[in-house]
């Protein structure tokens, strides 16, 4: 914080604030990060099989998810079923060419996959069943924890545009009043105007946020006919704030 302008009649001290641009490069990527995984993640895998008349298996996959459905052909024949636990892998096929993956995604395993991987093995036992429809869905659960970190992102990128990127302060003696005009990333130009002889005094208060365990000070003007009014952006140099709030009290007081 700093003072630009200084007479006997008019004092201007401004404020500016780049902090916010931490916020939002750690917001967006979380942000981006977060939308990808519940795209990539948060779908429905149906299988669908049928037996012919001479007993061979052929299956289709239908993965459904936020961007669309996809199909293909389960490649072989489809011989058995097993739950892989690790890695988030899920229900593992078993083909005469090849493991086969369910699910082309991670996601939490859990006892449904167990109950749909000894489906598809009751199936292949069971020669009088034809058909078998067996749906995974995993879009509550991968939305859960893709959600999480989206949620994560736009809070901080809304908290990080809620922060004046610039305040300033002029106090006008000629025309008795004293403008803080702040500017948001979000909520746009925001003007208070005092009277200046209604000003008591210029302060130092401690803020409720801290900042790497410090806390972070702001400067109020204490008005005796109005709330008090910040003309400050949170910050840890308390030496720097009182400087100004001598300065503010000077000119206020003369």
């Not at 917001?27 to 895998?45: C, E």
């Not at 093995?121 to 959600?147: H, M, P, Y």
């Not at 000070?217 to 001598?246: F, M, R, T």
Request: aromatic content about 4%.
């Amino acid at each position: 914080m700093k003072i630009v302008d200084k007479t006997n009649i008019f004092l201007e001290v401004l404020d500016q604030n780049h902090k916010y641009l931490w916020g939002l490069l750690l917001a967006i990527p979380l942000t981006v990060i977060g939308l990808g995984l519940m795209a990539g993640t948060a779908k429905v895998t149906t299988l669908e099989c049928q037996r012919s008349t001479v007993g061979s298996i052929g299956c289709q996959r239908t993965i459904t998810g936020i961007l669309g459905e996809e199909e293909d052909g389960l490649p072989g024949e489809l011989r058995s079923a097993k739950v892989t636990k690790t890695s988030g892998i899920g229900i593992v096929l078993d083909t005469n060419k090849g493991d086969v993956e369910i699910a082309p995604y991670r996601t939490f395993v859990n006892s449904e996959h167990d109950r749909n991987a000894a489906r598809v093995n009751a199936f292949l036992k069971d020669k009088q069943q034809n058909t078998l429809r067996v749906e995974q869905d995993d879009r509550l659960i991968n939305s859960l924890w893709s959600g999480s970190m989206l949620i994560g992102g736009l809070t901080i990128g809304l908290l990080a545009m809620a922060i004046p990127v610039r305040v300033s302060c002029k106090l006008d003696r000629l025309r008795d009043r004293a403008i803080v005009d702040k500017q948001y990333l979000l909520l746009g130009n925001r003007q208070t105007v005092l009277t200046l002889s209604a000003i008591e005094r210029a302060q130092v208060r401690e803020s409720l946020f801290v900042r790497n365990h410090q806390p972070v000070y702001k400067i109020d003007l204490v008005s005796a006919n109005a709330k008090n009014v910040s003309l400050s952006i949170p910050s840890k140099n308390l030496a720097e704030y009182e400087q100004i709030v001598e300065e503010i009290d000077r000119f206020i007081k003369t």
